[in-house]
């Protein structure tokens, strides 16, 4: 609806002048159509004379009556359509600009424009039979109507078919030949049909168009889906959704090169489950899984927004803590530490119960040395210091000892 209504009011911007012009036109050209018919009626005056013949002398007279009549009528009919076209244009910029609440008013403004283009040529066609027989007018208007707005079939049938009984009508009014008359009517059938075609061709291009931009957009969305899918998938571990092994590296290393440029320290906490595999042999993989998933979404639970955590390898996870000193790393991995203890998976009738093995250590930052070398020593703090607590009899945590500057 707003297409036809953009569509019709740059219609309107460009009829009005022309409509303008062609009043002018025929009001400048009216005094010298007024002598030639008055030349035209001396004429046969004068054969009148000599062949004592009166009839050509008032067929003279009656087609430059008709003719006059004509002018004037245009002239009526081209301001009539002008002034209807800036209403028209004025409402249609006014109802564009507001809000959805005016709809039904464009879906009159929009009626209102098709029905006066129509009748516009029905008028014209119509007047034009008083100095020829044709309907150029009335073929113009239904082919431009019909390639210029978009209307739905049943629309465009009853709009084309309402058109065609009043040009029809109408012809009756102005056509005198009854031959001409049928002619006429003949012709101006064939132009609402031809209008009518155009615009049902006209609409299954916007149809077929608006068909092929949905099912792109919906291809479009389905590929930004499945990339976000696949991205996530690089970096996310599947089961858990925490960061995978080298997504959690990857974040370690862009830290302490944050540390590095700003100062502080970085903590790199690692989580063991103790006795893992006795848990997939007595129950099997499925429960395995479960209680992965389970101490994913703890550690999630009790860790800091700041905080990174990701799952290295099987029943290992990583804890990575920006801006955190060795002691509170300490005080974070005990919390961890009771946490993963009083957590229960519940399995039928039974319940898994868990322990934890749990290593820390920290990297001070603004070190003179590459970042990677900086991370493979905070990596392997961090893994020797849950070896330890392995070897001391699981179940506890054990704190690297705060390593000496890297120069």
């Known amino acids: 609806m707003l297409e036809n209504l953009r569509r019709l009011w740059w219609l309107a911007c460009l009829l009005v002048p022309l409509s303008v012009l062609h009043v002018t036109v025929s009001w400048v050209d009216a005094p010298q159509h007024a002598a030639r018919s008055m030349g035209l009626s001396a004429a046969p005056d004068a054969r009148l004379d000599a062949q004592a013949d009166g009839s050509a002398a008032a067929a003279a007279a009656a087609r430059a009556a008709n003719v006059a009549r004509w002018k004037e009528a245009v002239v009526v009919v081209h301001l009539g359509m002008a002034a209807n076209l800036l209403i028209v244009s004025a409402m249609i910029w006014w109802a564009r600009r507001q809000a959805p609440h005016v709809r039904a008013f464009q879906g009159v403004l929009e009626a209102w424009g098709l029905i006066s283009a129509l009748g516009f040529t029905i008028v014209v066609a119509s007047i034009d039979q008083w100095i020829s027989a044709g309907i150029t007018p009335f073929l113009i208007g239904c082919v431009l109507v019909g390639s210029l707005f978009l209307l739905r079939p049943q629309r465009a049938a009853l709009l ?30 064939i132009a609402a049909v031809l209008g009518f075609m155009v615009s049902l061709m006209i609409w299954r291009k916007h149809v077929l168009k608006e068909t092929l931009v949905s099912e792109l957009q919906v291809t479009r969305m389905a590929l930004q889906e499945r990339s976000t899918e696949l991205q996530s998938m690089a970096v996310r571990d599947t089961l858990t959704g925490l960061w995978n092994r080298a997504e959690i590296m990857r974040l370690a290393q862009r830290e302490l090169t944050r540390a590095q440029r700003h100062g502080g320290e970085t903590c790199f906490i690692m989580v063991d489950l103790d006795s893992f595999k006795l848990i997939n042999d007595r129950w099997g993989h499925a429960t395995g899984d479960r209680v992965l998933a389970a101490v994913a979404s703890l550690l999630l639970e009790e860790l800091r927004a700041t905080d990174e955590v990701g799952r290295l390898a099987g029943e290992e996870f990583a804890v990575l803590l920006p801006q955190t000193n060795l002691e509170e790393a300490r005080l974070l991995a005990e919390r961890l530490h009771l946490a993963v203890a009083r957590l229960r998976v519940p399995l039928g009738d039974a319940t898994v119960r868990l322990t934890a093995s749990i290593g820390a250590a920290s990297q001070t930052g603004r070190a003179l040395v590459p970042v990677p070398q900086q ?33």
Request: include cysteine; charge should be neutral; charged fraction near 20%.
């Open 160 to 189: 084309y078919g309402c058109a065609f009984l009043v040009y029809a009508w109408a012809m009756g009014l102005t056509q005198g030949d009854d031959a001409r008359l049928l002619s006429n009517r003949v012709d101006g059938l």
């Open 375 to 407: 991370f493979e020593r905070l990596f392997g703090s961090a893994e020797q210091a849950l070896s330890s607590a392995k070897s001391q009899g699981r179940d506890r945590v054990v704190v690297a000892p705060p390593m000496a500057p890297l120069v």
